[in-house]
């Protein structure tokens, strides 16, 4: 019975021991559990002795994988019955494409015919090339698509990986291919502002179904508050507001524009927002000095609309602009003005009328100038010049009434360029005129002797009557009521005559002119004196006279040390005196030679001609000759000789006669007081360069005008190996 035992529990040790090897045999495919139930293990005790049992039921993997469990059981008394399994599948990698998906033979007929099969759980395919026989009728190859067709598909992304959705055709393709266009704005320039306004500049990028811009707005901690601006009003005078920065305790800037700036609006000027405003301060403390008023300039005035921009900029808390320029609440505001012309009525005779006139619309300006206002007579009417203000014109003395001989008192009007026309407005200043009758009365010569004559000459205005003395000089058939114009009879005269011709018209108002003749000698009225340069030449003088001569015949000239004539000439000057010189001149000029550092006078007389006596001396204001020595003659050079822009240039003096100081100009608002100095350029000229020198006799200067400058000329460097 022993023995017997003993072979039956060799038996099932040999049968669990193959058992054993079928459990934990190396798997050939792998993958995830079906099924597994591990093997139970179970001892019972026979004769003393343990014996083990088992009970098992195992299934395979997907893709026929084994469930392997590694653990040792054993009897109580510590023998060991075996290895018993748990629901574990060996790992290793998924066959792909997975079993069950369609596949061909690697091999082929001799027609180069696969076979057709399926993917196996070992990942090996069941095909087998076909027999050589399907060559003759060969089967065409079916397109195998993965995945198959039928199934859903997406074209390409676009740059935000977005597609659009189809179906696998039978060709294998994608019923869409193109990708979808890219998301509005993707890629363009964009901006990120912070709550003052300050961007950090970036592009637009995809987020979620639309697109975002990639920068971040500016840290708030470099924001500032924005001005508090307000545009209240605008009037034909002034547009006013307040304006203050919160950041910011001191007074800031508002700008005007007539129209948007940045879109064809120009600039008209600034204010500052400094006014006193208690009801500003009222809502604001420690803002009461931020009112502004500009002044409506005279340009806006030309009866067109004009809408206002005021802008304000904003500062941080020291005052310095960030760059923001806010508009103020309240604008535009629109005005519409109109300047009348505005001018003046300077000046009117019997014939002419002249002043200014300006008008914020443009020029010309239509000018009437009118006797007795408004209404009154229409004398001249007219424009002023081209572009300019000034106005003139002429009239018939006798327009109207004014020919009565009373005062007339004239006025000038301007019109209004937009207004209707007829709508015209007084120039400042209204002018009065009484129209005498026009008389001219003269005599040639004026200054005769007993053996010459003299002609009378006249003409007088329409509808004048005429009286005239002394008699027999007048021309009487041409003495009669009416216009008229003659020469007088030719006669001698033994002693100074006047002549008397007046003429009277129907208002009873008379015109009287009168002439005298001398009889004698001319006079000289006037003598001056011109001295020459000294840092150009010796001690010399030009001499030149006035006198009562209508026609000079000679003149006779003396310099001496006296006031009167014969005071003496002085030595080493033959020009001094001159003697009776034929010669209607009436100036000379007289080199005083050595004569450094005199007072002298220049004395004159003259001859009139047809008449033999001579003018007493006239004489001139006493004048001083230069010092003698050597006067500063100035000169200087420069080095490099032409003038280099952004090269320094070195102006040389060379003024001979020890001069003792220098006075440079550059022509460039430059200027030193070196003898030599250096002087750089920066643009292109020409420029006038003068240098005064001054030593113990005088100050004399040089100067040097249209002088061209060259730019620098680059300096090249051989360098050899």
């Known amino acids: 019975m022993m023995r017997l035992s003993v072979s039956l529990f060799l038996i099932f040790l040999v049968l669990f021991?193959?058992?054993?090897?079928?459990?934990?045999?190396?798997?050939?495919?792998?993958?995830?559990?079906?099924?597994?139930?591990?093997?139970?293990?179970?001892?019972?005790?026979?004769?003393?002795?343990?014996?083990?049992?088992?009970?098992?039921?195992?299934?395979?993997?997907?893709?026929g994988g084994d469930c392997v469990y590694q653990r040792d059981v054993y009897t109580p008394e510590g023998e060991w019955c075996g290895t018993e399994t748990q629901p574990v599948c060996n790992s290793g990698p998924v066959c792909n494409p997975p079993p069950g998906s369609g596949c061909t033979s690697s091999a082929t007929n001799s027609c180069g015919m696969p076979g057709y099969g399926t993917i196996q759980f070992d990942c090996s395919c069941s095909a087998s090339p076909p027999p050589d026989s399907a060559c003759s009728t060969p089967t065409?190859?079916?397109?195998?698509?993965?995945?198959?067709?039928?199934?859903?598909?997406?074209?390409?992304?676009?740059?935000?990986?977005?597609?659009?959705?189809?179906?696998?055709?039978?060709?294998?393709?994608?019923?869409?291919?193109?990708?979808?266009?890219?998301?509005?704005?993707?890629?363009?320039?964009?901006?990120?502002?912070?709550s003052c306004g300050q961007t950090n500049p970036g592009t637009y990028i995809c987020s979620g179904s639309g697109v975002a811009c990639s920068a971040s707005p500016p840290p708030e901690s470099g924001c500032s508050q924005l001005p508090i601006a307000?545009?209240?009003?605008?009037?034909?005078?002034?547009?006013?507001?307040?304006?203050?920065?919160?950041?910011?305790?001191?007074?800031?800037?508002?700008?005007?524009?007539?129209?948007?700036a940045g879109a064809g609006g120009v600039y008209m000027g600034s204010v500052t927002a400094n006014l006193s405003?208690?009801?500003?301060?009222?809502?604001?403390?420690?803002?009461?000095?931020?009112?502004?008023?500009w002044t409506i300039p005279t340009s806006l005035k030309n009866g067109f609309g004009h809408w206002l921009y005021a802008y304000t900029t904003d500062v941080n808390s020291s005052g310095s602009p960030t760059g923001v320029y806010p508009l103020s609440s309240g604008s535009p505001r629109l005005i519409t003005c109109n300047d009348p012309p505005t001018g003046t009525f300077s000046a009117a005779t019997c014939g002419t009328a002249s002043g200014t006139a300006t008008d914020p619309q443009g020029t010309p300006v239509s000018i009437e100038v009118r006797d007795g206002g408004p209404t009154g007579t229409l004398l001249a009417s007219g424009t002023t010049s081209g572009t300019g203000t000034a106005w003139s014109f002429t009239f018939s003395p006798t327009a109207g009434t004014l020919g009565n001989g009373q005062t007339h008192t004239l006025y000038a009007y301007a019109r209004d360029v937009p207004n209707p026309p007829g709508t015209w407005f007084q120039l400042t200043g209204t002018r009065q005129i009484t129209c005498a009758p026009s008389v001219t009365l003269n005599a040639n010569p004026l200054t005769v002797d007993t053996a010459n004559k003299t002609t009378l000459s006249?003409?007088?205005?329409?509808?004048v009557s005429f009286s005239s003395s002394p008699s027999g000089w007048f021309n009487s058939a041409t003495i009669v009521n009416g216009s008229g114009a003659g020469s007088g009879l030719s006669a001698k005269l033994t002693a100074d005559t006047t002549f008397s011709l007046t003429g009277t018209n129907a208002a009873g108002v008379s015109t009287t002119k009168t002439i005298t003749v001398g009889v004698g000698a001319p006079l000289v009225t006037e003598v001056s004196i011109t001295q020459t340069d000294a840092c150009v030449s010796g001690p010399g003088v030009t001499v030149s006279w006035t006198s009562t001569a209508t026609e000079q015949e000679s003149y006779e000239l003396r310099i001496t040390y006296s006031s009167v004539p014969g005071g003496g000439t002085p030595a080493g000057c033959p020009d001094c005196s001159t003697g009776w010189i034929d010669s209607s001149s009436i100036s000379r000029f007289v080199d005083l030679g050595p004569l450094y550092g005199q007072t002298l006078y220049a004395h004159v007389r003259v001859k009139q001609v047809g008449n033999g006596q001579a003018s007493s001396f006239g004489v001139s204001s006493a004048f001083t000759t230069p010092p003698a020595g050597a006067w500063p003659g100035v000169n200087f050079s420069t080095d490099p000789a032409k003038l280099r822009i952004g090269s320094p240039t070195q102006f040389i003096d060379e003024t001979s006669g020890n001069p003792t100081a220098w006075g440079w100009s550059f022509g460039d608002s430059g200027v030193s007081d070196q003898q030599n100095p250096l002087h750089t350029y920066t643009a292109a000229g020409?420029?006038?360069i003068s240098l005064t020198a001054t030593n113990a006799y005088g100050?004399?200067?040089?100067?040097?005008?249209?002088?061209?400058?060259?730019?620098?000329?680059?300096?090249?460097?051989?360098?050899?190996p």
Not at 178 to 187: K, L, N, Q, T, V
Not at 235 to 243: A, L, P
Not at 458 to 463: E, K, L, P, Q, R
Request: with cysteine; net charge negative; hydrophobic share 25%.
């Open 686 to 688: 020409p420029y006038t």
């Open 17 to 63: 021991s193959l058992m054993l090897l079928v459990v934990i045999k190396t798997p050939t495919a792998y993958g995830t559990i079906v099924s597994c139930t591990k093997v139970f293990f179970t001892y019972y005790i026979d004769q003393d002795i343990n014996i083990c049992g088992q009970q098992d039921k195992i299934t395979d993997c997907e893709y």
């Open 458 to 463: 006249w003409t007088v205005s329409s509808g």
């Open 277 to 293: 405003r208690p009801d500003v301060g009222a809502v604001y403390p420690g803002h009461t000095n931020s009112g502004w008023s």
């Open 140 to 194: 065409p190859t079916p397109t195998l698509c993965s995945p198959p067709a039928g199934s859903a598909c997406t074209s390409a992304p676009n740059s935000c990986g977005d597609t659009n959705t189809g179906t696998i055709q039978s060709n294998c393709s994608c019923s869409v291919s193109s990708a979808p266009a890219e998301r509005p704005d993707y890629g363009a320039a964009c901006a990120t502002a912070n």
């Open 699 to 720: 100050t004399c200067t040089k100067t040097v005008t249209g002088v061209n400058t060259q730019r620098a000329i680059p300096f090249f460097r051989e360098i050899r």
């Open 230 to 260: 307000v545009h209240e009003s605008a009037t034909c005078t002034v547009t006013s507001g307040y304006t203050f920065d919160p950041d910011y305790g001191g007074s800031i800037p508002v700008y005007i524009y007539d129209g948007q």
